[in-house]
Each structure stands twice: as C-alpha cells, then as structure tokens.
C-alpha cells in the first residue's frame, strides 16, 4: 500500500502541537510498518528541528510552490503517484483528486468555531473553509481526544460518529524521563537567572487561547508571599500576542517574569523538571502536550479545566475554574505550601503518562490507513 502524507507543516519556522504530532509520527511511521510505503511531501525545506527521520520505505518530495500548494502542487502530484491513501495530519485537503483515493484527516480542534474572536478575520476564514472541507471530505477522521469529537459532533452533525475515532497524543518518553547531568540543568538554569524548584512554569505559543494573562494575575497574587518565586513562559508570540506582552510588561513583578523565547526541544526536559509546577491556564486545547511532558519530568501540574484537559491531566492534575485567577493561585498556594500534595501530583503523574506515547498513537494511526477492499 502506498500512503502519501501531506508534511508541509515542518517546514515553518514556529513549532507547535499539530507540528510535534506530525513529526513523532514520521518518527514511528517507519519503524512499526515495514511493508507500506510513505509518500512524504513537503515544499522546500524542513525546519532543522522539525526534519523527519529516513527510512527505507520513505520517499521525501520536496515540491516548491508558495500558490495554494495543497490545492495545486500537492494535487498533481498525487495524481501522478497514485497512493492509495492520503493522510492529512492538518485541517485541509485538495478538492482535485482519483475518486478511489481514500482520505484520512487528522482533526487537532475547533477553537477557531468556538472563540472566533481568538483569531484574525484572514486567519479565521482560512480556517472555516479549508476545515469544513476536510471534515465533509473526509473518509476517515482522527480526533486528538473525545472533546475534539465532540466538537466535531457538534458543529457537522451530518457526520456520522463511526466516522470518528478518538487517538489521544503522546509524548517524547526518551526526552522527558531520561537522566539529566545536573551541570546541564545548572547550565541553563543560570542562563535565565533561574534556581531550582523556585519558579513556575508555562510551556506553549503566546496568544490569546493561552490565558496568560490569568496566570500573569495569579502569580502576582502570590508573588507577596513568595518573593523569590519566578514565572517562566518559555514560548514565542505567535498571533495576537501583543495584549498578553503588555500584560506582561505592566506586572508590577514584570522583572521577574521570563518569556524565553522559542526553544530548543532538548532544553525543556531540565526547564520542567527543575520547575516548583507547571501551570496550563488554556482556555480550550484539542490535547494539550506539555500536560504530559510536565507530568514525566516529574513535576506537579496544575491545568484549567476544560475541554480536553481532563483527558490529558485525568486525575493526576489539581484544576481550577479557567478564567478565574484568584482560584488559580489558591492551587498554586498548596502546591508551594504542601509537599505532600506536591508529591503526590508528582506519583500521580508518573503513572498517568504511562497511558500516552508517541509509539502508541502512531500505531493506532497506522490502523486508520486500511480500508475494507470495495467489492
């Protein structure tokens, strides 16, 4: 079987949740199916850090082309290659294609349906279209958790719900429950000014989805009490970020408040696991990745709760009602002031992340690529 996969995704500059998923399943794709081959097109070039492994039965195709490239470049050359299946791990895919083609669309959420005013009004059209289409089009869809497929349900209620299956993300086991050197940890503690077990922490984009700007409040509710306590938002604006920065920028505790930027992958195990807790204000998420790395370092997690944050946290995670700062720090509070709450989100955790991999979802992604022969 011949199963083409639109990876496009990893040639931009920003990293993201769809971007992670995508990459992992490369990852995996190769080494679990032996017998398939993979069609893996992209345009130009792979960002670095989102460059997927080789494996004998990958053939990468790089097709340049900055016009429409799912609708033009993309749809040619799936005509000339005749997969049998596409995967199309983003909300889109080409209107031209063989009528025996089967389509598989991974579905990551639909916050752009529910908080429209979230994004820009070129942003938001884009959007609406291009994953209507999908989901109408679609044979097959992949949902990141049972509160996308909800969604789903909810607004395409024309879809069947067999049509859907739930495939939670994972995680990067060998980079977040693997030994750090303390001269490592030490290293790039220093860098940002940092001590050990005395700061919060934030992994994700900046923009308004995030409600950093609850978080932003609570930490300056219990900074007073804590005054060498730090808050660490290691991430990159990304749309809309202006009014979190200034948010950021007014603290009165501004000076101890780090955006760090973008990333490297192989500094975040350290920066988790170093961290007091790690806090995920979101307001919606279709999974909610850093929930799950946070919680293999070994760090407690506080998480809103909402959409399918519950399903990443389960019962490992201490919630708080999302747009509510003063509940937010009174979680915080314990976490800081109770160890044996601490420790506990901490065993909790470690066993709960047991449930998620990367090799898990790619397995059961695999499983959606075979269709019933057509009699």
Same mark, same amino acid.
């Given at each position: ?124 059209? @884009? ?95 219990? @900074? ?152």
């Amino acid at each position: 079987m011949k199963i083409a996969i639109h990876a496009a995704d990893l040639d931009h500059d920003r990293i993201d949740g769809a971007r992670v998923y995508l990459l992992n399943m490369l990852r995996n794709f190769g080494a679990l199916d032996r017998s398939d081959s993979f069609l893996i097109y992209h345009g130009s070039r792979f960002n670095p850090r989102l460059a997927p492994p080789t494996f004998p039965n990958y053939s990468v195709k790089s097709i340049p082309c900055a016009f429409l490239w799912t609708q033009t470049r993309l749809a040619l050359e799936l005509f000339r290659d005749a997969p049998d299946v596409l995967w199309m791990p983003v909300h889109n895919v080409p209107l031209l294609r063989r009528k025996n083609l089967k389509v598989v669309v991974t579905i990551h959420d639909l916050a752009f349906k529910i908080f429209p005013g979230y994004f820009t009004a070129k942003d938001l059209a @884009k959007l609406n279209q291009l994953g209507d289409m999908a989901i109408k089009n679609a044979d097959r869809i992949i949902a990141i958790s049972h509160s996308t497929k909800n969604d789903i349900l909810r607004f395409f209620p024309q879809i069947p719900a067999e049509r859907i299956t739930v495939i939670h993300h994972g995680f990067d086991t060998e980079l977040f429950q693997k030994d750090i050197p303390s001269i490592e940890s030490e290293s790039l503690l220093k860098s940002y000014k940092l001590e050990a077990k005395n700061y919060i922490l934030y992994v994700g984009a900046i923009q308004p989805r995030k409600n950093l700007g609850v978080l932003v409040e609570a930490f300056e509710k219990i @900074k007073e009490r804590n005054p060498a306590l730090k808050l660490v938002i290691a991430g990159a604006p990304a749309w809309k970020s202006e009014g979190t920065l200034r948010k950021i920028a007014a603290s009165r505790f501004s000076a101890d408040i780090i955006v760090t930027g973008t990333l490297g992958f192989e500094k975040l195990p350290a920066l988790y696991r170093s961290a007091k807790m790690f806090v995920f204000p979101a307001i919606y998420e279709g999974f909610g990745i850093p929930v799950l790395e946070a919680m293999a370092s070994g760090t407690p997690v506080v998480c809103a709760r909402n959409s399918s944050l519950t399903e990443a946290g389960g019962e490992a995670a201490l919630y708080f009602k999302t747009e509510d700062s003063a509940e937010l720090a009174l979680c915080m509070g314990r976490v800081i002031q109770d160890g044996n709450l601490a420790a506990e989100l901490v065993r909790k955790g470690l066993e709960h992340v047991k449930n998620f991999s990367w090799k898990k979802c790619a397995k059961e992604t695999l499983s959606m690529f075979t269709f019933p022969v057509q009699k």
